[in-house]
């Protein structure tokens, strides 16, 4: 089936303006960025106030408290999308770095060099900020952007949207260099993923449901985002201060997120009295523990929930935690082998053998030795702005940045070489 009018209409303007995008010197790129930082702060009230309409909208309708959460822009977080803007502008522009070259025998010199993608089409839920990290990542990197946004964020996405394509015509490129899409209705998202021709690559970010519905309808090319059933083991041989410190952040920082710890795994060798005193420091935190019953009252746990195959397979995004005991390593990698999405493991630990048998053999995007998972983040990687965390092996793995943005050509150059 081929897209609808209003879409392909849309994709060929971003096609055009992908044309012009990918020669776009670094210095003109780095200027829209910057201005681009200083509208989003100049304009906070009109942000705030299509945000305020969408969050009132979302609480009418029975959000909980980690949905609404994510949907939020306070201005310390419109402060935090300007500041990553400035980021992207000071990272080095990818476009036409040589990744690999040589010259062959015969003179011929060879250079494989990144080029940008083209149309990247970005479906996501709710995290308004998501326009903004897209619309900074894809214009530094050469790429025209087609969004589309949740109808819950639609207003403030609207608005986001105006002040960025505001800010490009103001400094001579076109407005199609970033869009938004409708999203009264799906068909929207089923029109993008399927505009082949149109569109060189989508990336869905939100849910579980949300990327298995892309990805499985898709004739685009995806970059498949995963969720984060992140899992963070302590082995006997940890500190156990700093385990908890370290489990604490990863599942109480901020728990709308999909670098959030989910699951707990504690070595059977630990002591009774370390696992109880792990617990207690969850449920002290007010964080809710699932798990089997019995197994963790028999070390003295209380207010146990029963969990069941949806606790060790999903996605909490809320003050609820998984706790299972497991043998050592082998334990702790074979029950992340069966439940895990991929995304990011820890492990605390001080003995060697446990830190590199864990940093081996478990297959995530990302593996935090001695560190809260809440770390695998594009800022903290230093990589200003970030799509999302890919799980998926080809192409990009773990924070989508600037380099993952791009794909290579070879340009070779020759003095009139024929081939024999």
């Given amino acids: 089936m081929n897209a609808p009018t209003d879409v392909v209409a849309m994709a060929k303007a971003a096609k055009g303006a992908a044309v012009h995008l990918a020669t776009l010197p670094a210095p003109v790129k780095n200027a829209v960025l910057v201005a681009a930082a200083e509208a989003l702060i100049s304009h906070s009230d009109d942000i705030e106030r299509a945000n305020d309409a969408d969050l009132e909208a979302a609480r009418a309708a029975g959000w909980n408290h980690a949905l609404l959460d994510r949907l939020s822009l306070t201005p310390a977080r419109i ?22 070259g040589r010259t062959l025998d015969n003179g011929l010199v060879m250079r494989q060099v990144r080029v940008p993608l083209g149309v990247v089409g970005v479906v996501y839920e709710a995290r308004p900020n998501v326009t903004v990290d897209v619309f900074g990542l894809t214009l530094k990197s050469g790429n025209a952007a087609l969004l589309r946004g949740s109808k819950s964020a639609r207003q403030t996405n609207e608005v986001l949207t105006g002040i960025l394509q505001d800010v490009v015509e103001a400094h001579g490129l076109p407005r199609q260099t970033v869009q938004l899409l409708g999203c009264e209705t799906h068909e929207t998202v089923r029109d993008l993923v399927t505009a082949r021709g ?18 499985s309808s898709a004739t685009v090319p995806t970059i498949e985002t995963g969720t984060g059933n992140c899992h963070f083991y302590i082995d006997a041989s940890a500190s156990l201060d700093s385990a908890i410190a370290m489990l604490l952040n990863g599942k109480t920082r901020r728990v709308s997120v999909c670098n959030a710890t989910e699951t707990a795994l504690l070595d059977a060798a630990l002591p009774d009295p370390d696992k109880l005193r792990i617990v207690e420091a969850l449920q002290g935190a007010g964080v809710a523990v699932h798990g ?3 197994k963790l009252s028999a070390f003295g746990a209380r207010d146990v929930i029963a969990a069941d195959e949806a606790d060790w397979a999903g996605e909490y995004l809320s003050m609820d935690i998984a706790v299972a005991v497991v043998e050592g390593v082998d334990g702790a990698v074979e029950h992340i082998a069966r439940w895990s999405t991929g995304h990011t493991e820890a ?26 998972t809440a770390f695998t983040d594009g800022e903290q990687f230093g990589m200003g702005a970030e799509i999302g965390i890919s799980t998926q092996k080809l ?22 070489q024929t081939r024999p």
Avoid: C, Y
């Avoid at 402060?79 to 690999?100: F, K, T, Y």
């Avoid at 192409?395 to 009139?416: D, F, Q, V």
């Fill in 395 to 416: 192409h990009a793995r773990g924070p989508l940045g600037l380099p993952e943005l791009t794909s290579t050509k070879w340009i070779l150059e020759g003095t009139g």
């Fill in 198 to 215: 149109f569109v060189d690559v989508v990336i869905p970010r939100g849910s579980a449901r949300l990327i298995d519905a892309v990805v």
């Fill in 347 to 372: 492990i605390a630990a001080r003995d060697a053998f446990a830190l590199r048998e864990f940093a081996q053999r478990v297959d995530s995007a990302a593996v935090m030795l001695n560190a809260s």
């Fill in 292 to 294: 089997d019953v019995d």
């Fill in 79 to 100: 402060e935090s999308m300007a500041a990553g803007l400035r980021h992207v502008a000071d990272r080095e522009d990818p476009v036409g770095q040589i990744v690999r």
